[in-house]
Protein backbone atom coordinates (compact mmCIF):
# COMPACT_ATOMS: atom_id res chain seq x y z
CA UNK A 1 0.00 0.00 0.00
CA UNK A 2 1.14 3.54 -0.61
CA UNK A 3 1.71 5.67 2.59
CA UNK A 4 0.27 8.93 3.33
CA UNK A 5 1.33 11.47 0.23
CA UNK A 6 1.51 15.11 1.20
CA UNK A 7 2.36 17.97 -1.28
CA UNK A 8 4.00 19.75 -1.85
CA UNK A 9 7.31 19.05 -0.08
CA UNK A 10 8.68 22.52 0.32
CA UNK A 11 6.48 25.81 0.12
CA UNK A 12 7.77 29.68 0.18
CA UNK A 13 5.10 32.19 0.51
CA UNK A 14 4.76 36.17 1.44
CA UNK A 15 3.20 37.66 3.92
CA UNK A 16 -0.62 37.89 3.24
CA UNK A 17 -0.69 35.75 0.84
CA UNK A 18 -2.72 32.30 1.08
CA UNK A 19 -1.33 28.49 0.72
CA UNK A 20 -3.10 25.01 0.35
CA UNK A 21 -1.62 21.91 1.19
CA UNK A 22 -2.67 18.42 -0.28
CA UNK A 23 -2.59 14.97 1.64
CA UNK A 24 -3.54 11.72 0.38
CA UNK A 25 -4.56 9.35 3.13
CA UNK A 26 -3.78 5.41 2.73
CA UNK A 27 -6.18 3.39 1.07
CA UNK A 28 -9.13 2.39 3.05
CA UNK A 29 -8.03 5.21 5.62
CA UNK A 30 -11.58 7.85 6.19
CA UNK A 31 -9.77 9.60 8.95
CA UNK A 32 -7.37 12.17 8.18
CA UNK A 33 -6.18 15.19 10.73
CA UNK A 34 -3.56 17.94 10.52
CA UNK A 35 -0.56 19.09 12.68
CA UNK A 36 1.33 22.07 12.87
CA UNK A 37 4.74 21.39 13.94
CA UNK A 38 7.50 24.05 15.49
CA UNK A 39 10.59 24.18 17.13
CA UNK A 40 8.91 25.86 19.81
CA UNK A 41 5.44 24.59 20.31
CA UNK A 42 5.80 20.89 19.17
CA UNK A 43 2.93 19.22 17.58
CA UNK A 44 -0.22 21.11 17.85
CA UNK A 45 -3.34 19.68 16.31
CA UNK A 46 -5.14 21.56 14.38
CA UNK A 47 -8.05 19.54 12.97
CA UNK A 48 -9.48 16.31 12.16
CA UNK A 49 -12.02 14.79 9.45
CA UNK A 50 -13.42 11.32 9.21
CA UNK A 51 -15.93 10.99 5.87
CA UNK A 52 -15.80 14.34 5.05
CA UNK A 53 -17.22 15.67 8.51
CA UNK A 54 -14.23 17.80 10.47
CA UNK A 55 -14.46 15.43 13.85
CA UNK A 56 -12.25 17.62 15.96
CA UNK A 57 -10.48 21.12 16.28
CA UNK A 58 -7.20 22.21 17.40
CA UNK A 59 -7.12 25.72 19.10
CA UNK A 60 -6.05 27.97 15.84
CA UNK A 61 -7.58 30.89 14.13
CA UNK A 62 -10.26 31.35 11.79
CA UNK A 63 -7.34 31.43 8.89
CA UNK A 64 -6.86 27.89 9.34
CA UNK A 65 -9.25 26.18 7.37
CA UNK A 66 -9.40 22.81 6.39
CA UNK A 67 -11.91 19.99 4.46
CA UNK A 68 -11.92 16.42 3.15
CA UNK A 69 -13.04 15.01 -0.59
CA UNK A 70 -15.72 11.84 -0.72
CA UNK A 71 -12.26 10.15 -1.77
CA UNK A 72 -11.25 10.99 1.70
CA UNK A 73 -8.20 12.98 0.26
CA UNK A 74 -7.49 16.47 2.32
CA UNK A 75 -6.62 20.07 2.22
CA UNK A 76 -5.47 22.35 4.60
CA UNK A 77 -5.79 26.35 3.68
CA UNK A 78 -4.10 29.16 5.50
CA UNK A 79 -5.25 32.53 4.44
CA UNK A 80 -3.32 35.79 5.09
CA UNK A 81 -0.21 34.66 6.06
CA UNK A 82 1.29 35.37 8.88
CA UNK A 83 5.45 34.73 9.83
CA UNK A 84 4.64 32.95 12.41
CA UNK A 85 3.10 30.15 10.18
CA UNK A 86 6.29 29.08 9.27
CA UNK A 87 6.30 25.44 10.00
CA UNK A 88 6.46 22.00 9.37
CA UNK A 89 2.58 20.89 8.61
CA UNK A 90 2.31 17.26 8.75
CA UNK A 91 -0.98 14.77 7.57
CA UNK A 92 -1.63 11.94 9.62
CA UNK A 93 -4.30 8.84 8.40
CA UNK A 94 -5.84 6.39 10.48
CA UNK A 95 -8.31 3.30 10.02
CA UNK A 96 -10.47 4.95 12.86
CA UNK A 97 -14.09 4.08 12.05
CA UNK A 98 -15.86 5.67 14.39
CA UNK A 99 -15.49 4.19 17.31
CA UNK A 100 -12.70 5.04 20.01
CA UNK A 101 -10.02 2.02 19.50
CA UNK A 102 -6.67 1.45 19.37
CA UNK A 103 -5.18 2.89 15.87
CA UNK A 104 -2.24 4.33 14.99
CA UNK A 105 -1.49 7.27 13.06
CA UNK A 106 0.44 7.05 9.66
CA UNK A 107 2.48 10.09 8.83
CA UNK A 108 3.24 11.86 5.74
CA UNK A 109 6.21 13.59 5.02
CA UNK A 110 5.03 17.21 5.98
CA UNK A 111 5.41 20.26 3.83
CA UNK A 112 7.55 22.73 5.61
CA UNK A 113 5.97 25.89 5.03
CA UNK A 114 7.86 29.49 5.02
CA UNK A 115 6.57 32.97 5.08
CA UNK A 116 8.70 35.35 4.65
CA UNK B 1 -6.02 19.36 28.51
CA UNK B 2 -4.39 16.02 28.01
CA UNK B 3 -0.80 17.54 27.36
CA UNK B 4 1.50 15.08 27.44
CA UNK B 5 5.20 15.87 28.80
CA UNK B 6 8.46 14.29 27.87
CA UNK B 7 11.57 14.60 30.00
CA UNK B 8 14.42 14.51 29.07
CA UNK B 9 14.37 17.13 26.18
CA UNK B 10 17.66 15.92 24.52
CA UNK B 11 20.03 12.69 25.94
CA UNK B 12 22.94 11.82 24.55
CA UNK B 13 24.32 8.41 24.85
CA UNK B 14 27.39 6.26 23.36
CA UNK B 15 26.17 3.18 20.94
CA UNK B 16 25.30 -0.34 23.47
CA UNK B 17 24.17 1.94 25.97
CA UNK B 18 20.20 2.09 26.76
CA UNK B 19 17.94 4.98 26.51
CA UNK B 20 15.06 6.05 28.79
CA UNK B 21 12.70 9.11 27.91
CA UNK B 22 9.38 9.36 30.11
CA UNK B 23 6.44 10.75 29.42
CA UNK B 24 3.27 11.96 31.61
CA UNK B 25 0.29 12.89 30.86
CA UNK B 26 -3.21 14.71 33.11
CA UNK B 27 -6.37 12.71 32.07
CA UNK B 28 -7.85 9.56 31.72
CA UNK B 29 -6.44 7.85 28.53
CA UNK B 30 -7.66 4.66 26.00
CA UNK B 31 -4.34 4.14 25.07
CA UNK B 32 -0.49 5.83 24.88
CA UNK B 33 1.56 5.55 22.11
CA UNK B 34 5.06 5.99 21.23
CA UNK B 35 6.25 7.70 17.89
CA UNK B 36 9.84 8.16 16.62
CA UNK B 37 10.90 11.33 13.98
CA UNK B 38 13.77 11.50 12.20
CA UNK B 39 15.15 15.30 11.51
CA UNK B 40 12.66 17.03 9.31
CA UNK B 41 10.46 14.11 7.85
CA UNK B 42 7.26 12.65 9.50
CA UNK B 43 6.32 10.41 12.53
CA UNK B 44 6.63 6.61 12.18
CA UNK B 45 4.44 4.22 15.38
CA UNK B 46 6.71 2.56 17.54
CA UNK B 47 4.40 1.18 19.88
CA UNK B 48 1.38 1.12 21.60
CA UNK B 49 -0.13 0.34 25.01
CA UNK B 50 -3.40 0.06 26.09
CA UNK B 51 -4.46 1.64 29.24
CA UNK B 52 -5.20 -1.79 30.98
CA UNK B 53 -1.46 -2.80 30.39
CA UNK B 54 1.56 -1.83 32.16
CA UNK B 55 4.40 -3.21 30.19
CA UNK B 56 4.98 -4.15 26.58
CA UNK B 57 7.80 -5.03 24.68
CA UNK B 58 9.06 -4.72 20.48
CA UNK B 59 11.60 -5.53 19.31
CA UNK B 60 14.53 -3.60 21.54
CA UNK B 61 11.70 -1.19 22.55
CA UNK B 62 9.94 -1.69 26.44
CA UNK B 63 7.34 0.49 26.96
CA UNK B 64 5.42 0.58 30.77
CA UNK B 65 2.65 2.62 31.74
CA UNK B 66 1.49 3.66 35.33
CA UNK B 67 -1.99 4.97 35.14
CA UNK B 68 -2.29 6.10 38.79
CA UNK B 69 0.55 8.72 37.83
CA UNK B 70 -0.33 9.21 34.78
CA UNK B 71 3.11 8.62 33.42
CA UNK B 72 4.87 6.32 30.69
CA UNK B 73 8.36 5.24 30.10
CA UNK B 74 10.24 4.68 26.55
CA UNK B 75 13.29 2.06 27.25
CA UNK B 76 15.56 1.26 23.82
CA UNK B 77 18.15 -1.31 25.11
CA UNK B 78 21.95 -1.40 23.31
CA UNK B 79 21.34 1.57 21.70
CA UNK B 80 22.73 2.06 17.75
CA UNK B 81 23.33 5.37 15.68
CA UNK B 82 19.99 4.74 13.61
CA UNK B 83 18.18 5.33 16.41
CA UNK B 84 19.32 8.62 16.43
CA UNK B 85 15.69 11.00 16.40
CA UNK B 86 12.96 12.48 18.41
CA UNK B 87 10.58 10.70 20.41
CA UNK B 88 7.38 11.21 21.04
CA UNK B 89 4.63 9.71 23.28
CA UNK B 90 1.03 10.57 22.28
CA UNK B 91 -2.03 10.20 24.03
CA UNK B 92 -5.52 9.79 23.04
CA UNK B 93 -9.02 9.49 25.42
CA UNK B 94 -11.78 7.25 26.17
CA UNK B 95 -14.02 9.26 23.65
CA UNK B 96 -12.36 9.40 20.15
CA UNK B 97 -10.65 13.17 21.38
CA UNK B 98 -7.86 14.01 19.23
CA UNK B 99 -4.50 12.82 19.61
CA UNK B 100 -2.27 14.85 22.23
CA UNK B 101 1.59 14.79 20.95
CA UNK B 102 4.03 15.70 24.12
CA UNK B 103 6.84 17.75 23.43
CA UNK B 104 9.77 15.30 22.46
CA UNK B 105 12.68 13.42 23.67
CA UNK B 106 15.94 14.51 21.35
CA UNK B 107 17.79 11.22 21.21
CA UNK B 108 21.47 11.55 20.41
CA UNK B 109 23.13 7.94 20.03
CA UNK B 110 27.16 8.61 19.29
CA UNK B 111 29.14 6.10 17.44
Known amino acids: KAGVTQTPRYLIKTRGQQVTLSCSPISGHRSVSWYQQTPGQGLQFLFE???????NKGNFPGRFSGRQFSNSRSEMNVSTLELGDSALYLCASSPWTGVATNEKLFFGSGTQLSVL | SQQGEEDPQALSIQEGENATMNCSYK?????LQWYRQNSGRGLVHLIL?????REKHSGRLRVTLDTSKKSSSLLITASRAADTASYFCATRGNYGQNFVFGPGTRLSVLP
Open chain 2, 27 to 31: TSINN
Open chain 2, 49 to 53: IRSNE
Open chain 1, 49 to 55: YFSETQR
